[in-house]
């Protein structure tokens, strides 16, 4: 606040800090992130709560019976029937949390075994799926990248390129497997390509939208001092957009993880989204729940990792 003859009121020494934020702000986010911890522990104490209460078996009722058919697909999967018809809903409905942790810990003890092309290790799955994403992801990126900078450097390029990125852009990446597989005829790279499909769009957009926004004082001071286009990009340019770049690699990555589930289930053979649906005709719903649970937290570990990552190129200008 200005006093009458236009001078500021002074404040006292220990009312801000260095950076003229409060002195108490670290303590204040130390308090807040414990409270969302908190409630976020009680919010999941009480879903794993309706999860138990849903999931228990009626106190009476007729007793569970199993029709000829589901008899003989019991069979088939090599299943105890006495067994399985006589515990009613707590085997054959929706597992209760225990059987999911008991799931999940079985899992965890041996996640790499391989024994044929259906019975493989969870870890084995998502090590396969994991793996064609960073493929495709990496493509993306060492095509977006320079064209984005090529886009965001040259209004002309820009203008003639336009058309044809905002066709190509909402078109589904799982649209383009069918003519994936058919011209490719290798299921395998053409999940790699349907991943580098939706990784593109995003890296590239956003390169471009980085490039064109560095100041303009930047690269005047960088014309003044006759530095040369290519020094001018990696050492004015680049640095100016890496934080909006990594921005738009972090969207792609959560687009491709989201994708490569749907294109394994597809074409088949290997990976987490395979596994799924695999489980789903083996009518496992404790695996199809843990694969469920594997997949949300890799996804958050990918995101967080390039969030991280994206700390790293952001300075305070």
């Given at each position: 606040?200005?006093q009458?003859?236009?001078?500021?009121?002074?404040?006292?020494p220990?009312?801000?800090g260095?950076?003229g934020?409060?002195?108490?702000?670290?303590?204040?986010?130390?308090?807040?992130n414990?409270?969302?911890?908190?409630?976020?522990?009680?919010i999941?104490?009480?879903?794993?709560?309706?999860?138990?209460?849903?999931?228990?078996p009626?106190?009476t009722g007729?007793?569970?019976?199993?029709?000829?058919?589901?008899?003989?697909?019991a069979k088939?999967?090599g299943?105890?029937?006495?067994?399985?018809a006589?515990?009613?809903?707590a085997?054959s409905?929706?597992?209760?949390?225990?059987q999911?942790?008991a799931?999940?810990l079985?899992?965890?003890?041996?996640?790499f075994?391989?024994?044929?092309p259906?019975?493989k290790?969870?870890?084995?799955?998502?090590a396969?799926?994991l793996?064609?994403?960073?493929?495709?992801f990496?493509?993306?990126?060492?095509?977006?990248?320079?064209?984005?900078?090529?886009i965001?450097?040259?209004?002309?390029?820009y203008?003639a390129?336009d058309?044809?990125i905002?066709?190509?852009?909402p078109?589904s990446?799982?649209?383009?497997?069918?003519?994936a597989l058919?011209t490719?005829?290798?299921s395998?790279?053409?999940?790699i390509?349907?991943?580098?499909?939706?990784?593109?769009?995003?890296?590239l957009?956003n390169?471009?939208?980085?490039?064109?926004?560095?100041?303009?004082?930047w690269?005047n001071?960088?014309?003044?001092?006759?530095?040369?286009?290519?020094r001018?990009?990696?050492?004015v340019?680049?640095?100016?957009?890496?934080p909006t770049?990594?921005?738009?690699m972090?969207?792609?990555v959560?687009?491709?993880?989201l994708?490569?589930?749907?294109?394994?289930?597809l074409v088949?053979?290997t990976?987490?989204?395979?596994f799924v649906?695999?489980?789903?005709?083996?009518?496992s719903?404790?695996?199809?729940?843990?694969?469920?649970?594997l997949i949300?937290?890799v996804?958050?570990?990918l995101?967080q990792g390039l969030?991280?990552?994206?700390k790293?190129?952001?300075y305070?200008?």
């Open positions: 606040m200005s009458p003859g236009g001078h500021e009121r002074s404040r006292p220990g009312d801000r260095p950076l934020r409060p002195p108490w702000g670290k303590e204040m986010n130390k308090t807040m414990l409270k969302a911890g908190l409630l976020s522990a009680l999941l104490l009480l879903l794993v709560g309706i999860w138990q209460l849903a999931t228990l009626a106190a007729p007793v569970v019976t199993m029709t000829p058919e589901q008899i003989e697909y088939l999967l299943k105890d029937v006495g067994a399985a006589g515990d009613g809903a085997k409905g929706f597992p209760t949390p225990a999911f942790g799931k999940v079985d899992h965890l003890a041996s996640p075994y391989d024994n044929g259906n019975d290790g969870i870890g084995l799955q998502l396969y799926s793996g064609r994403v960073a493929l495709g990496a493509l993306a990126a060492l095509v977006a990248i320079p064209l984005g900078f090529l965001g450097m040259s209004p002309l390029i203008r390129l058309p044809f905002q066709v190509l852009k078109i990446p799982l649209a383009w497997m069918p003519l058919y490719i005829k290798d395998n790279i053409s999940g390509f349907v991943i580098f499909i939706c990784s593109v769009w995003p890296m957009i390169t471009a939208f980085g490039v064109g926004s560095v100041r303009r004082e690269l001071v960088a014309r003044t001092l006759e530095v040369g286009p290519f001018t990009a990696f050492k340019i680049l640095p100016a957009a890496a770049i990594m921005t738009g972090r969207i792609s959560g687009i491709a993880w994708v490569i589930v749907a294109a394994e289930m088949g053979g990976g987490i989204g395979y649906w695999n489980e789903w005709n083996n009518l719903i404790a695996n199809i729940v843990t694969a469920i649970l949300g937290l996804g958050l570990a995101d969030a991280w990552a994206a790293l190129v952001t305070p200008e």
